[in-house]
T-cell receptor
Framework: DAGVIQSPRHEVTEMGQEVTLRCKPI?????LFWYRQTMMRGLELLIY????????DSGMPEDRFSAKMPNASFSTLKIQPSEPRDSAVYFC?????????????FGEGSWLTVV | AQKVTQAQTEISVVEKEDVTLDCVYETRDTTYYLFWYKQPPSGELVFLIRRNSFDEQNEISGRYSWNFQKSTSSFNFTITASQVVDSAVYFCALSEATGGFKTIFGAGTRLFVKA
């Protein structure tokens, strides 16, 4: 089975530009998560979805960040406008509710640099 | 609120030494799951093990072993006869059953294994 697929793997953008990160979860997984990893703050949970519905977005840093999940096989995390402090690795993860004991599986990450 | 503490920021050992990575957690739930993930230098997050709160049996998988003690709220990870390939950042994580599927991570422990 294919794992969680994220794109782009690397992105360099200028401050003020819009950034869209994409994620395809593992087929059959009910939950999808977006995490951000930085040296200063470690792995932070930004938002997670259950059956395409956002459950908890309390980790989204500010209104510049938004996430959608229009269907079971696709999610986006958008930053508009981007700022240098948004530079980080953004991970998408998915997991099957009720099976495998809440285990979540990660994509390879999207490395974002805002200059 | 759930919390995971990995007090060891970095550990350095020489190959073939045994090393234990500590993890202490906080939760008010009686049902929860604990995890260890490995992040090698390439950056991906790899699932290693899951334990649920009702199963305190220790587990061994090759050179890896895990010690779960509810009395001390700890879930420690031991690598026996460490190898250079074990060099990575290791994360402990917690997911509460009543928290939906929300999984939070500790700050991670960076392990250096020198040849």
């Amino acid at each position: 089975d294919a794992g969680v697929i994220q794109s782009p793997r690397h992105e360099v953008t200028e401050m003020g530009q819009e950034v869209t990160l994409r994620c395809k979860p593992i087929s059959g997984h009910d939950y999808l998560f977006w995490y951000r990893q930085t040296m200063m703050r470690g792995l932070e949970l930004l938002i997670y979805f259950n059956n395409n519905v956002p459950i908890d977005d309390s980790g989204m840093p500010e209104d510049r960040f938004s996430a959608k999940m229009p269907n079971a096989s696709f999610s986006t995390l958008k930053i508009q406008p981007s700022e240098p402090r948004d530079s980080a690795v953004y991970f998408c993860a998915s997991g099957p509710w009720g099976r495998q004991g809440n285990t979540i599986y990660f994509g390879e990450g999207s490395w974002l640099t805002v200059v | 609120a759930q919390k995971v503490t990995q007090a060891q920021t970095e550990i350095s050992v020489v190959e073939k030494e045994d090393v234990t990575l500590d993890c202490v957690y906080e939760t008010r739930d009686t049902t929860y799951y604990l995890f260890w993930y490995k992040q090698p230098p390439s950056g991906e997050l790899v699932f290693l093990i899951r334990r649920n709160s009702f199963d305190e049996q220790n587990e061994i998988s090759g050179r890896y072993s895990w010690n779960f003690q509810k009395s001390t709220s700890s879930f420690n990870f031991t690598i026996t006869a460490s190898q250079v390939v074990d060099s990575a950042v290791y994360f402990c994580a917690l997911s509460e059953a009543t928290g939906g599927f929300k999984t939070i991570f500790g700050a991670g422990t960076r392990l250096f294994v020198k040849a």
